[in-house]
């Protein structure tokens, strides 16, 4: 260490350029590093998409579902996987362990996927590299004028197809708006009169539209292309089509049916504002950079609102990248600001500019160049990073702090400016090492960390393992070096700055060293109140609650609005339309977006269409968060109140994709048996106190008619099951029979029944299915056609049949909570074949939390080795641990004031103050030792040192704290992920410290008896 230390003294220049070097390389690594608002905590997914159009959830299931999972379940580094099978759509999430390359996982899932054998009538599966779980990064708005198929065809042909080109950009998906159909209304009496059936209608205009090559001509030197053209290029084509040519009589399809230019059937209403719209909603990749793939669509939305015509308008609705970019700012602000009161705060202790200012130039070269090994780890810029450099403020200097203190005591004895620089620093060297080396001890443990907490705690963990290690380089070289230059001391500051604290540092010093002598000689009054301190913290600690991670508000609020079952979607329209007046006079909302016909019971891709259901989406204005935004989501609820036969449920944007905080997971076959014990479980979590918006997963779904043919009697009139079911589906839904061009776009050409839209059930079974010996066969002759319910959809946990019990929390903490779930769980009388576990996120809580608490534990393990190292000795080393329980105190005191439950976070900080409470410890014993080697008894080297420790250990404490006031107090964006852990910090560090000065020496007078 003195070789090092004399070497930056007699080196001045080359110290200087190193830190210059390491300040530029900071600087550019920090431009290229991504920002985000947490590290990757949502496990890595892929989805498998499958649409069996027409197909009952059950069929989806069992056909295309069960298939497709039995093949992929066997994928290497699969976590879980769910699914759900609707109505014409089956899903299948499979979620991999964070250490699993996505690349070779979605090969895998392919290879496996092309094994399985699908039904005739469903679409290949697609693979997803998003999960459909999450919101989309970005909502963005068209509207202006009424042309709705306008707006829809500006969506898909030109905001879609330049958005989804984007680097990072997974999909865009179009919600809302009209889209051009052709319609073919048949007559049913002119079809039975001309002998026409359906099915010639629908197979006569699919071969008709048809251009197709007709190979090669040569003709002497010349060779020609032939081309057959006979595709539509408009209704009239349609209408002219041929259907059949009997004793002179041309049957055409304008003879049976009327050909009109119309849209499709509208499945989901889109308003901004009142105003109708199209969305298109955007989803990233699943490793791509959130901020990065927004800062991206903006720039090209700025292009794209130049090419849209006057009139019409391109609105950026929601952007999680706002919040995040705020967030992170309000980080590096408190950040910045904790430096500032850190550096004040030491110049009103030292009195000397000089002194001040080489301190302070410490921490923005230790700060940015860590940055550079930060980009090197590829590391992002998030809170718990940023929040890592925030806590790091106040210890960056502390090693700074202690080796220019002692620089200036040897000043003060005599020793000219270059020997007091080598001398002072080499004093302190061991120890200042020692501090630092066991605070990064406290991170090794990161190994052995598990779920959420590790994703969350590496980024912190190697942000300050990475900063303290540079401060330590910067304070044995380059504060050294600048302390070299000159002579003496710096100006001093005004007498009036500097004298309050100086004279209150003298007279605690005084008392202190009073205190201590009482101390010394009540050693067995002191311990046992020590004791005694710590066991009312344990005792309180009990009373504490436990979450995951705590929620925070983004200034965005989706309530999922549900009208009751087999309410037209023209009815539901209606109702939002009045409770957006509503709401949007509510004081704090700034937008109002509604999609009609769409779950929101669902999030993100995976929403379904249903006709009964909405989803109301609220921008709030600037400002308007935390409290705010809850008496905002109240009154929104007062407002919906108002309506009846309306039930609410209040979302927040999932940026992550964790289980809902309080859910029950029902496991069984028979759906009857799952509905009713899913029906007992929400009566028992409405029972409990501090839960809210309780659902469950299985819904009944809308009536349905259910047609069940007699295969006998199909056969005695001549047809088949497969022609008839077409030919029922063409009259009712209506079946498309091709799609001809327009320019560049595609259009349908649906072939329906002309009152389709009027047919009852009761005139269902008059509806004729085919002919027999030129008589109309009617359904009813054929089948039964009777009234049922069948499920919205079947949901499948690890290839089981599972019902999800959700709801969120209010007011209470998770493990509470979960607790009392599981005591209900345990009165119930749920059917044998029916399982219960309580799951959510209280089973990655409890992972997280025991492999924190292992972690903590491994720290002060390893902390003991470093400092047992350094001291060479078994029980100096043992008696500084004792600051590690005494910083327990400090810490469940300050969340019990603040009324903060433990969780991941918390538990994070815990671990980082295991490694710095005993920095105080260690400079303390290490002087004593110093002291009594050179011939002072026990008690008078105790008085000594504490004496002359106090006021580097107050500068180090009183800098460390307020660097991370600012983060403690929590304002702004995301300051709810980071004030827990400042204050976890801040009170262990304070009570830590002031009992230190106290208990350590009366443990050290314990055991290093006078001889």
Same mark, same amino acid.
């Given at each position: 260490?003195?070789?090092?230390?004399?070497?930056?003294?007699?080196?001045?220049?080359?110290?200087?350029?190193?830190?210059?070097?390491?300040?530029?390389?900071?600087?550019?690594?920090?431009?290229?590093?991504?920002?985000?608002?947490?590290?990757?905590?949502?496990?890595?997914?892929?989805?498998? %998409?499958?649409?069996?159009?027409?197909?009952?959830?059950?069929?989806?299931?069992?056909?295309?579902?069960?298939?497709?999972?039995?093949?992929?379940?066997?994928?290497?580094?699969?976590?879980?996987?769910?699914?759900?099978?609707?109505?014409?759509?089956?899903?299948?999430?499979?979620?991999?362990?964070?250490?699993?390359?996505?690349?070779?996982?979605?090969?895998?899932?392919?290879?496996?996927?092309?094994?399985?054998?699908?039904?005739?009538?469903?679409?290949?599966?697609?693979?997803?590299?998003?999960?459909?779980?999450?919101?989309?990064?970005?909502?963005?708005? +068209?509207?202006?004028?009424?042309?709705?198929?306008?707006?829809?065809?500006?969506?898909?042909?030109?905001?879609?197809?330049?958005?989804?080109?984007?680097?990072?950009?997974?999909?865009?998906?179009?919600?809302?708006?009209?889209?051009?159909?052709?319609?073919?209304?048949?007559?049913?009496?002119?079809?039975?009169?001309?002998?026409?059936?359906?099915?010639?209608?629908?197979?006569?205009?699919?071969?008709?539209?048809?251009?197709?090559?007709?190979?090669?001509?040569?003709?002497?030197?010349?060779?020609?292309?032939?081309?057959?053209?006979?595709?539509?290029?408009?209704?009239?084509?349609?209408?002219?089509?041929?259907?059949?040519?009997?004793?002179?009589?041309?049957?055409?399809?304008?003879?049976?049916?009327?050909?009109?230019?119309?849209?499709?059937?509208?499945?989901?209403?889109?308003?901004?504002?009142?105003?109708?719209?199209?969305?298109?909603?955007?989803?990233?990749?699943?490793?791509?950079?959130?901020?990065?793939?927004?800062?991206?669509?903006?720039?090209?939305?700025?292009?794209?609102?130049?090419?849209?015509?006057?009139?019409?308008?391109?609105?950026?609705?929601?952007?999680?990248?706002?919040?995040?970019?705020?967030?992170?700012?309000?980080?590096?602000?408190?950040?910045?600001?904790?430096?500032?009161?850190?550096?004040?705060?030491?110049?009103?202790?030292?009195?000397?500019?000089?002194?001040?200012?080489?301190?302070?130039?410490?921490?923005?070269?230790?700060?940015?160049?860590?940055?550079?090994?930060?980009?090197?780890?590829?590391?992002?810029?998030?809170?718990?990073?940023?929040?890592?450099?925030?806590?790091?403020?106040?210890?960056?200097?502390?090693?700074?702090?202690?080796?220019?203190?002692?620089?200036?005591?040897?000043?003060?004895?005599?020793?000219?400016?270059?020997?007091?620089?080598?001398?002072?620093?080499?004093?302190?060297?061991?120890?200042?090492?020692?501090?630092?080396?066991?605070?990064?001890?406290?991170?090794?443990?990161?190994?052995?960390?598990?779920?959420?907490?590790?994703?969350?705690?590496?980024? %912190?963990?190697?942000?300050?393992?990475?900063?303290?290690?540079?401060?330590?380089?910067?304070?044995?070289?380059?504060?050294?070096?600048?302390?070299?230059?000159?002579?003496?001391?710096?100006?001093?500051?005004?007498?009036?700055?500097?004298?309050?604290?100086?004279?209150?540092?003298?007279?605690?010093?005084?008392?202190?060293?009073?205190?201590?002598?009482?101390?010394?000689?009540?050693?067995?009054?002191?311990?046992?109140?020590?004791?005694?301190?710590?066991?009312?913290?344990?005792?309180?600690?009990?009373?504490?609650?436990?979450?995951?991670?705590?929620?925070?508000?983004?200034?965005?609020?989706?309530?999922?609005?549900?009208?009751?079952?087999?309410?037209?979607?023209?009815?539901?329209?209606?109702?939002?339309?009045?409770?957006?007046?509503?709401?949007?006079?509510?004081?704090? +909302?700034?937008?109002?977006?509604?999609?009609?016909?769409?779950?929101?019971?669902?999030?993100?891709?995976?929403?379904?269409?249903?006709?009964?259901?909405?989803?109301?989406?609220?921008?709030?204005?600037?400002?308007?968060?935390?409290?705010?935004?809850?008496?905002?989501?109240?009154?929104?609820?007062?407002?919906?109140?108002?309506?009846?036969?309306?039930?609410?449920?209040?979302?927040?944007?999932?940026?992550?994709?964790?289980?809902?905080?309080?859910?029950?997971?029902?496991?069984?076959?028979?759906?009857?048996?799952?509905?009713?014990?899913?029906?007992?479980?929400?009566?028992?979590?409405?029972?409990?106190?501090?839960?809210?918006?309780?659902?469950?997963?299985?819904?009944?779904?809308?009536?349905?008619?259910?047609?069940?043919?007699?295969?006998?009697?199909?056969?005695?009139?001549?047809?088949?099951?497969?022609?008839?079911?077409?030919?029922?589906?063409?009259?009712?839904?209506?079946?498309?029979?091709?799609?001809?061009?327009?320019?560049?776009? %595609?259009?349908?050409?649906?072939?329906?029944?002309?009152?389709?839209?009027?047919?009852?059930?009761?005139?269902?079974?008059?509806?004729?299915?085919?002919?027999?010996?030129?008589?109309?066969?009617?359904?009813?002759?054929?089948?039964?056609?009777?009234?049922?319910?069948?499920?919205?959809?079947?949901?499948?946990?690890?290839?089981?049949?599972?019902?999800?019990?959700?709801?969120?929390?209010?007011?209470?903490?998770?493990?509470?909570?979960?607790?009392?779930?599981?005591?209900?769980?345990?009165?119930?009388?749920?059917?044998?074949?029916?399982?219960?576990?309580?799951?959510?996120?209280?089973?990655?809580?409890?992972?997280?939390?025991?492999?924190?608490?292992?972690?903590?534990?491994?720290?002060?393990?390893?902390?003991?080795?470093?400092?047992?190292?350094?001291?060479?000795?078994?029980?100096?080393?043992?008696?500084?641990?004792?600051?590690?329980?005494?910083?327990?105190?400090?810490?469940?005191?300050?969340?019990?004031?603040?009324?903060?439950?433990?969780?991941?976070?918390?538990?994070?900080?815990?671990?980082?103050?295991?490694?710095?409470?005993?920095?105080?410890?260690?400079?303390?014993?290490?002087?004593?030792?110093?002291?009594?080697?050179?011939?002072?008894?026990?008690?008078?080297?105790?008085?000594?040192?504490?004496?002359?420790?106090?006021?580097?250990?107050?500068?180090?404490?009183?800098?460390?704290?307020?660097?991370?006031?600012?983060?403690?107090?929590?304002?702004?964006?995301?300051?709810?992920?980071?004030?827990?852990?400042?204050?976890?910090?801040?009170?262990?560090?304070?009570?830590?410290?002031?009992?230190?000065?106290?208990?350590?020496?009366?443990?050290?007078?314990?055991?290093?008896?006078?001889?």
């Amino acid at each position: 260490m003195r070789s090092l230390i004399e070497y930056a003294v007699q080196h001045r220049v080359s110290v200087l350029m190193a830190a210059v070097a390491a300040v530029l390389f900071g600087v550019v690594s920090l431009g290229r590093m991504p920002v985000q608002l947490l590290p990757d905590v949502s496990y890595p997914t892929l989805t498998l %998409q499958t649409e069996f159009a027409d197909a009952a959830p059950s069929e989806v299931e069992n056909l295309v579902t069960r298939p497709l999972e039995e093949a992929v379940g066997v994928v290497a580094g699969l976590r879980r996987m769910d699914s759900v099978s609707r109505a014409g759509m089956s899903e299948i999430t499979l979620e991999f362990g964070w250490d699993s390359d996505m690349d070779f996982a979605a090969l895998n899932v392919r290879e496996k996927m092309d094994l399985v054998r699908m039904p005739e009538d469903a679409a290949i599966p697609v693979l997803l590299r998003f999960d459909p779980g999450l919101d989309p990064v970005l909502r963005i708005g +068209v509207y202006g004028g009424d042309n709705l198929i306008a707006l829809r065809h500006l969506a898909e042909n030109l905001v879609k197809k330049e958005l989804e080109s984007l680097k990072g950009v997974a999909a865009a998906k179009v919600l809302g708006g009209l889209q051009e159909e052709i319609h073919v209304d048949l007559d049913e009496n002119r079809l039975a009169a001309l002998g026409v059936d359906v099915a010639t209608v629908v197979r006569v205009i699919g071969a008709e539209n048809i251009n197709a090559a007709g190979g090669r001509l040569r003709d002497r030197d010349s060779q020609f292309l032939i081309r057959t053209l006979n595709e539509f290029e408009g209704p009239e084509d349609v209408a002219a089509t041929v259907l059949s040519r009997e004793n002179g009589r041309v049957v055409r399809v304008g003879d049976v049916a009327t050909v009109t230019q119309a849209w499709r059937e509208r499945e989901i209403v889109s308003r901004i504002d009142g105003s109708p719209a199209v969305e298109v909603a955007i989803y990233k990749e699943g490793d791509a950079n959130l901020v990065q793939v927004a800062r991206r669509v903006r720039e090209q939305l700025t292009g794209l609102r130049a090419e849209v015509g006057d009139g019409l308008e391109i609105a950026l609705l929601s952007d999680q990248s706002t919040f995040v970019e705020a967030a992170i700012r309000q980080v590096q602000g408190n950040a910045m600001l904790g430096g500032v009161l850190a550096v004040l705060v030491l110049l009103l202790f030292l009195r000397d500019l000089r002194s001040t200012a080489i301190i302070a130039v410490s921490i923005p070269i230790s700060v940015i160049a860590t940055f550079v090994l930060l980009h090197k780890q590829q590391i992002t810029l998030n809170v718990m990073s940023l929040g890592g450099l925030a806590l790091g403020v106040g210890m960056l200097v502390d090693n700074s702090i202690v080796v220019l203190e002692s620089i200036v005591r040897h000043r003060r004895d005599g020793a000219d400016s270059v020997e007091a620089v080598v001398e002072g620093t080499s004093e302190v060297a061991q120890a200042v090492s020692a501090s630092t080396l066991t605070t990064i001890a406290v991170f090794l443990p990161i190994f052995f960390v598990e779920g959420v907490a590790r994703q969350i705690f590496q980024d %912190q963990a190697l942000t300050v393992t990475f900063a303290l290690l540079v401060s330590l380089v910067v304070a044995l070289t380059l504060t050294p070096m600048l302390a070299a230059l000159g002579k003496g001391t710096g100006p001093r500051v005004s007498p009036a700055v500097g004298a309050m604290p100086t004279r209150k540092v003298s007279l605690s010093k005084g008392r202190y060293v009073s205190m201590l002598s009482w101390a010394l000689r009540n050693k067995a009054l002191v311990l046992v109140s020590a004791a005694l301190l710590f066991t009312g913290a344990l005792w309180q600690m009990r009373t504490l609650g436990a979450d995951l991670i705590p929620v925070f508000s983004q200034g965005e609020l989706r309530f999922g609005i549900e009208l009751p079952e087999g309410t037209p979607i023209e009815h539901t329209d209606e109702v939002l339309a009045r409770i957006e007046t509503r709401v949007a006079a509510i004081d704090g +909302v700034q937008r109002v977006f509604v999609n009609v016909g769409l779950d929101a019971n669902q999030s993100g891709g995976a929403r379904s269409k249903r006709e009964n259901r909405a989803e109301l989406n609220l921008r709030l204005a600037p400002g308007v968060r935390g409290a705010a935004e809850e008496r905002v989501a109240s009154a929104v609820r007062d407002e919906l109140e108002a309506f009846q036969n309306l039930e609410a449920t209040l979302y927040r944007p999932t940026t992550f994709s964790f289980r809902a905080p309080v859910a029950v997971e029902l496991y069984g076959y028979d759906l009857t048996d799952l509905d009713a014990s899913a029906l007992m479980v929400v009566g028992a979590l409405l029972q409990i106190p501090g839960l809210k918006d309780v659902k469950s997963s299985m819904e009944p779904g809308s009536p349905e008619v259910r047609v069940r043919f007699d295969r006998d009697r199909l056969q005695q009139a001549g047809l088949d099951l497969r022609t008839v079911s077409e030919a029922l589906r063409t009259k009712i839904r209506g079946s498309v029979a091709t799609d001809y061009k327009d320019r560049d776009r %595609q259009i349908d050409v649906l072939v329906r029944s002309n009152d389709a839209q009027q047919i009852s059930i009761e005139a269902l079974p008059t509806l004729v299915v085919g002919h027999h010996e030129g008589m109309p066969v009617r359904l009813g002759a054929v089948a039964d056609v009777v009234m049922e319910r069948g499920p919205a959809e079947i949901e499948r946990i690890s290839q089981t049949r599972a019902v999800t019990v959700s709801a969120d929390l209010d007011g209470r903490d998770l493990a509470s909570v979960s607790n009392d779930i599981s005591a209900a769980l345990a009165g119930l009388p749920l059917p044998a074949s029916v399982t219960a576990i309580v799951a959510g996120q209280n089973a990655e809580m409890r992972s997280s939390l025991q492999s924190l608490r292992l972690a903590i534990a491994l720290a002060i393990f390893l902390v003991y080795l470093v400092m047992a190292s350094q001291f060479e000795s078994l029980v100096d080393p043992f008696l500084i641990l004792f600051t590690v329980p005494l910083a327990l105190i400090g810490v469940i005191a300050a969340l019990q004031i603040t009324s903060t439950p433990l969780s991941v976070v918390v538990m994070i900080g815990g671990v980082m103050l295991a490694g710095i409470v005993v920095n105080n410890g260690i400079v303390l014993v290490d002087l004593i030792g110093q002291l009594r080697r050179r011939g002072l008894a026990v008690s008078e080297a105790v008085r000594e040192a504490g004496a002359t420790r106090l006021r580097p250990i107050l500068m180090t404490t009183t800098t460390t704290v307020l660097g991370l006031v600012p983060l403690a107090i929590g304002r702004g964006d995301g300051a709810e992920l980071g004030a827990p852990l400042a204050l976890t910090v801040i009170g262990g560090l304070v009570v830590s410290s002031a009992l230190t000065l106290v208990v350590i020496p009366v443990l050290y007078g314990l055991v290093h008896r006078e001889a």
